[in-house]
C-alpha cells in the first residue's frame, strides 16, 4: 500500500489516498487500516463506510474513552466503535479540543483521504492511549461483575449489603 496523489478526470482535483498494491487483491477494512495504521501511528484513524464513521482496535479505545461509545468485537477479534457521519463535525471539534491527530478516509472511494489534522509535537494520541486502555479494562471488569451478578442472583444481596452497609 502506498500515499499517493492523483487526480480525478472530472473535476482536475488532485487528492491523496492509499491504493493498493497487491495485484488488486481486494482488502478487508481491517487491513487496510493496519496499513495505514503503519503510516500514521500516532493518529485516530477513522473510515467513512456509508453513513457511518468506523475505529479500529487502539483508534476504537480512545473513541470510546473520549466519547463513551460501545465497543464491539469482530470475528476477527479486532475492536472496532462507529458513529453516524452527521456526527463528524462535533467529533473533530472535540479531537481538535483534545490536540489529537486524526486522519479521516473513504472506503468508497479507495481510502481516499478526506481530511487530515497533524499537530506534530503537540499530538496527545500517545497520552491519551494509556487512559483509554484503563478506561476499556474498568468497563471489561464491570461487564464481567455484571454477567456474574446476573448468573449469579443470589450473590446480588452480599453485594448489596456490602455497598450499603446493610
Not at 109 to 134: D, G, S, V
Amino acid at each position: 500500500m502506498v500515499e499517493t496523489k492523483w487526480s480525478f478526470p472530472t473535476s482536475g482535483r488532485e487528492r491523496t489516498g492509499f491504493l493498493n498494491i497487491y495485484g488488486g487483491d481486494v482488502m478487508s477494512v481491517v487491513n487496510m487500516v493496519r496499513n495505514i495504521k503503519d503510516l500514521f501511528p500516532d493518529y485516530i484513524v477513522l473510515v467513512k463506510i456509508g453513513t457511518f464513521f468506523e475505529s479500529y482496535n487502539n483508534d476504537a479505545y480512545i473513541m470510546s474513552y473520549i466519547f463513551q461509545y460501545k465497543l464491539k468485537t469482530l470475528i476477527s477479534y479486532d475492536t472496532t466503535c462507529g458513529f453516524p457521519t452527521c456526527s463528524i463535525n462535533r467529533i473533530k471539534s472535540i479531537l481538535e479540543s483534545r490536540s489529537v491527530n486524526y486522519l479521516i478516509v473513504d472506503k468508497k472511494h479507495n481510502y481516499e483521504e478526506i481530511e487530515k489534522m497533524n499537530y506534530k509535537k503537540k499530538n496527545k494520541y500517545n497520552e491519551i492511549l494509556p487512559k483509554a486502555n484503563e478506561y476499556i479494562d474498568r468497563i471489561n471488569r464491570i461487564d464481567k461483575i455484571h454477567k456474574y451478578l446476573n448468573n449469579n442472583p443470589d450473590k446480588i444481596q452480599i453485594v448489596e449489603e456490602v455497598l450499603y452497609e446493610r
